[in-house]
């Protein structure tokens, strides 16, 4: 079994977690920060290189203008926020997606965090925000057509799967093991390209009642799988 380098979660369930408690949806998002942050140490201290999760995808954008406001401001306190945190722990902070669509000041911040944390060599945090698998790889081969622009010298004729993965947000290892919590057995447009071969682990979990314990058992299901790669 491979030992896996790079975990991915569909961090779902927010939205019902505040429901079943009778509270404003946004409260599951702030509760579920909390997971985020025990997620990250958890995975650094198994020695995981790279955590990716789900934190806004490009269809988010459909909620309410309320929600939408509190996702953003969510994240830009968490970038505030976490700074101390992410350099203590020895984190590289990484964000996938689109620039799009997102407020100036919250990408200065990410710029920011991205700076200081980019001699961090500890475990890789790759936040997928304002991300959509597919628009990944479209702003993929728009890169390739505008470099062709740019150097009609020398266009590419062909491209390499290897090549190719150049282009996309972030060039990572694609991850071992996919995991989506809140029993939802679909992907949502994530990591389309990167998941290919992934093993995938779905829990009845909401995300923000999502454990150290979570993380061990998906890990320990992980490492039951037989993974063949279309071989036998
Ligand atoms: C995941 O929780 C967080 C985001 C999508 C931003 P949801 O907000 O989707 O929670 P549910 O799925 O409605 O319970
Ligand atoms: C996927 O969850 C996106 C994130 C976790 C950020 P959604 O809740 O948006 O996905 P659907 O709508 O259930 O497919
Ligand atoms: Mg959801």
Not at 57 to 71: D, F, G, I, Y
Not at 141 to 163: A, D, F, G, Y
Request: aromatic letters at 10%; hydrophobic letters at 40%.
């Amino acid at each position: 079994m491979d030992i896996i380098k790079h975990i991915a979660i569909i961090m779902d369930g927010n939205g019902r977690w505040a429901e079943r408690r009778g509270l404003l949806r946004t409260f599951g998002h702030n509760e579920g920060v909390n997971s985020l942050r025990c997620t990250l140490e958890h995975a650094g201290k198994l020695g995981i290189k790279y955590l990716t999760v789900f934190a806004f995808s490009t269809e988010n954008w459909k909620r309410s203008t309320e929600e939408v406001n509190a996702l953003m401001k969510l994240f830009k306190l968490y970038l505030k926020n976490e700074e101390k945190n992410l350099m203590e722990k020895n984190v590289k902070f990484l964000v996938s997606g689109s620039k799009i669509g997102v407020p100036e000041d919250l990408l200065e911040r990410i710029e920011h965090l991205k700076k200081v944390t980019a001699n961090n060599t500890g475990i890789v945090f790759n936040v997928a925000f304002n991300y959509g698998g597919r628009s990944e790889i479209i702003d993929a081969v728009n890169l390739i057509l505008k470099e062709n622009r740019e150097n009609i010298e020398n266009t590419k004729k062909e491209i390499t799967e290897e090549e190719f993965s150049k282009y996309l947000y972030n060039d990572l290892p694609y991850p071992e093991l996919l995991i989506r919590t809140s029993g939802e057995f679909r992907i949502s447009n994530f990591l389309l390209w990167q998941i290919a071969y992934s093993e995938i682990y779905i829990c009845d979990t909401l995300w923000p009642d999502f454990s150290e314990k979570d993380l061990d058992d998906a890990i320990a299901s992980y490492n039951q799988r037989d993974r063949r790669f279309g071989g036998i």
